[in-house]
């Protein structure tokens, strides 16, 4: 089937490697949304569009079958794209979107499907366990993960990591104490455990070796909404994710910037600047890569998964545009949907490798604790 789409955010890292996957499936015609001026290589038809602008987000979004955004922060845009999509009588599919975006929007009919967290993180990331289990629950089985690696950041990408790590008086539902919803993205040195997260349960480390990861790095234990929302309706008895730091300049300022950044636009400039220069000192003369290692183990027997690429924004642009061709070809019903519970775990993982956005995709059954290394993965 083939269809109208519209790409909100095309000019960034992840929305202009969409594009061009979208096109590569052949999934219709492919309308590029740039808020400032596109590039002049003729890849799609670019149309201008300001996200901050009902006006011009309505005018992009109409007569599109499908909205696809690409833009940020999601903590800024939460629903306001997927309502203009809605109001547009098209379907919408957000490469980020997470929690808060879904709470906003519901109990409400969309009438279209509308499919969050479909990329890397979050979104893919969760159909890895399913992977490991090879169709046996998860329930009651055990869970780490660790994720991280050494790439250049996108400005959307940056904002999102500054302010999604402030979920002060919020639970794990996305709740406040008064049950009101709100923008609950995950918190850090909480971990997993008996169905509900546990507040400073893990601890970070620095100058480790870590299997799967060259040279020494730091952890950050951080338990992400997505991360929670996979073990409350999986039954996981316990999940620990540590986000991985290759150099010295990173975390420290994500650490320093966490919870204090106001909302207005200056602020958040400045946080941004800072991350993305942290990350620029610590990504001087690495050769960019993305890597995140996922161990299941229920009993004696364990199973270890390690996905490697060398851009998390082409694997998380895969992911999207594959989710897109799913609600074009019909495969995914009407209603508000995260990614990883309407998407097939093992077709969508061998997808995005067809498209090239995941090099090293490997799996190895082990005894509990053996650590298990690839040969020639590092």
């Known amino acids: 089937m083939s269809a109208s789409v519209a790409v909100l955010g095309a000019a960034g890292l992840v929305g202009r490697a969409a594009v061009g996957m979208l096109r590569e499936l052949g999934v219709g015609e492919v309308r590029a949304g740039f808020r400032r001026t596109p590039p002049r290589d003729g890849f799609a038809e670019p149309v201008h569009v300001d996200a901050d602008d009902p006006v011009s987000l309505a005018r992009f979004c109409a007569d599109a079958d499908l909205v696809l955004n690409c833009a940020g922060p999601s903590y800024l845009l939460l629903d306001r794209v997927a309502r203009a999509a809605l109001a547009a009588g098209a379907h919408y ?42 169709g046996d629950s998860l329930a009651g089985a055990e869970l780490v993960v660790h994720a991280g690696g050494i790439e250049r950041f996108g400005r959307a990408s940056a904002g999102d990591l500054v302010l999604s790590v402030d979920s002060t008086g919020l639970d794990s539902t996305g709740l406040d104490s008064n049950g009101h919803s709100g ?37 950050m234990p951080f338990l992400t909404a997505d991360s929670a929302r996979l073990a409350r309706t999986s039954g996981l008895a316990a999940l620990d994710w540590f986000n991985v730091f290759t150099g010295t300049r ?69 992911t999207a545009a594959l989710t897109v061709r799913a609600v074009v070809n019909g495969e995914i019903p009407r209603g508000l949907h995260y990614a990883d519970d309407v998407l097939h775990p093992e077709a969508t993982l061998q997808g995005v490798r067809d498209l090239g956005a995941l090099p090293v995709f490997d799996v190895r059954d082990h005894e509990r604790g053996a650590t298990v290394i690839e040969e020639g993965l590092l």
Do not use: I
């Open 93 to 134: 599919v957000d490469v980020s979107g997470d929690q808060p975006a879904y709470h906003l929007l519901a109990g409400s009919d969309p009438g279209t499907c509308v499919v969050l967290s479909a990329g890397m993180l979050p979104g893919l990331a969760n159909l890895v366990p399913r992977v490991l289990a090879a």
């Open 250 to 318: 990173l975390r420290p300022a994500l650490t320093r910037l966490r919870g204090r950044v106001p909302r207005d636009p200056a602020a958040l400039d400045a946080a941004v600047d800072e991350l993305m220069a942290a990350g620029e000192v610590d990504r001087a003369g690495q050769d960019p890569y993305y890597l995140m290692a996922f161990t299941l183990c229920s009993g004696t027997a364990g199973r270890t998964a390690v996905l490697k690429t060398g851009s998390s924004f082409e694997l998380t642009a895969a």
């Open 183 to 219: 923008h609950w993205y995950g918190e850090a040195l909480a971990a997993w455990r008996d169905g509900r997260p546990v507040s400073g349960a893990l601890a970070p480390a620095e100058d480790v070796e870590l299997p799967h990861f060259p040279g020494r790095v730091g952890l």
